[in-house]
Nanobody
Framework: QVQFVESGGDLVQPGGSLRLFCYAS????????MAWYRQTPGSQREMVAQ???????SYVSGVQGRFIISRDSAKTTLTLQMSNLKPEDTAVYYC????????WGQGAQVTVSS
């Protein structure tokens, strides 16, 4: 059974940084497209960062230059480094490789507020 477990969420002041982690079990994240998504109450879940099977990264315009998606050297954990956080980044963050095939994890709550 494939499961995703996100961690690292926290309350942070505007301009601060956080690092989110996604541990996948039942599936290897190596050489596989992976993505970070986020969702706020009443809104659709949106993809914010994606890393391809060949480690090419892409981002939505609103986080470009502030977020970095990566895989660790052992290819067991997906990471999202978030810097210069803004209140509009407040959301629950999730990882997945294929939402049409795999269930979502519990997510990591990120709250950006002074």
């Amino acid at each position: 059974q494939v499961q995703f477990v996100e961690s690292g969420g926290d309350l942070v002041q505007p301009g601060g940084s956080l690092r989110l982690f996604c541990y996948a079990s039942g599936i290897s994240i190596n050489r596989r497209n992976m993505a970070w998504y986020r969702q706020t109450p009443g809104s659709q879940r949106e993809m914010v960062a994606q890393i391809s099977a060949t480690d090419s990264a892409s981002y939505v315009s609103g986080v470009q230059g502030r977020f970095i998606i990566s895989r660790d050297s052992a290819k067991t954990t997906l990471t999202l480094q978030m810097s210069n956080l803004k209140p509009e980044d407040t959301a629950v963050y999730y990882c997945n490789t294929n939402p049409n095939q795999y269930n979502w994890g519990q997510g990591a709550q990120v709250t950006v507020s002074s």
